[in-house]
C-alpha cells in the first residue's frame, strides 16, 4: 500500500513558525484530496485541515487563522504553513489520504510523521 512520507518538523518556540511538506511516490499527493492530522502526547490522533484537488481547504477550529494547508499538484507535494505556534500545537504530525465520508478516517497506509514540539 502506498505510504506517504512528511517532512520539516523541529523545534520551535511559541510564536514560531514551521512549515511541513507531504509527499510520496507516484500519483495519490496530486490526485486526491489531502488532509494533516496529529498526535498530541497521550492522545488520539486527530484531523488538523483537508485541502481538496482543486485546493479547497477545511481546519479544525483550534488552527483557524494560525495554519495554513496548500498543494503543489505539479510537484506532488502538500504543505502545512504553521504560524503562532503554541505548546499545546506540539505533536506528530501526519498526512494522508481522508476518506470522503468521514475524514477521520483514511485510506493510505501511515508514514512515520514528523515531530513538532513547541516550547514555551
Known amino acids: 500500500q502506498v505510504q506517504l512520507v512528511e517532512s520539516g518538523g523541529g523545534l520551535v518556540q511559541a510564536g514560531g513558525s514551521l512549515r511541513l511538506s507531504c509527499t510520496a511516490s507516484?500519483?495519490?499527493?496530486?490526485?486526491?484530496?489531502i488532509a494533516w492530522y496529529r498526535r498530541l502526547p497521550g492522545k488520539q490522533r486527530e484531523f488538523v485541515a483537508r485541502?481538496?484537488?482543486?485546493?479547497?481547504?477545511n481546519y479544525t477550529k483550534s488552527v483557524i487563522d494560525r495554519f495554513i494547508i496548500s498543494r503543489d499538484n505539479v510537484r506532488k507535494m502538500v504543505f502545512l504553513s504553521m504560524n503562532s505556534l503554541k505548546p499545546e500545537d506540539t505533536a506528530v504530525y501526519y498526512c494522508?489520504?481522508?476518506?470522503?465520508?468521514?475524514?477521520?478516517?483514511?485510506?493510505?497506509?501511515w508514514g512515520p510523521g514528523t515531530q513538532v514540539t513547541v516550547s514555551s
Open positions: 485541502v481538496s484537488r482543486y485546493g479547497h481547504t
Open positions: 494522508n489520504v481522508p476518506w470522503s465520508e468521514n475524514w477521520n478516517q483514511v485510506l493510505a497506509s
Open positions: 507516484g500519483s495519490i499527493v496530486s490526485d486526491n484530496p
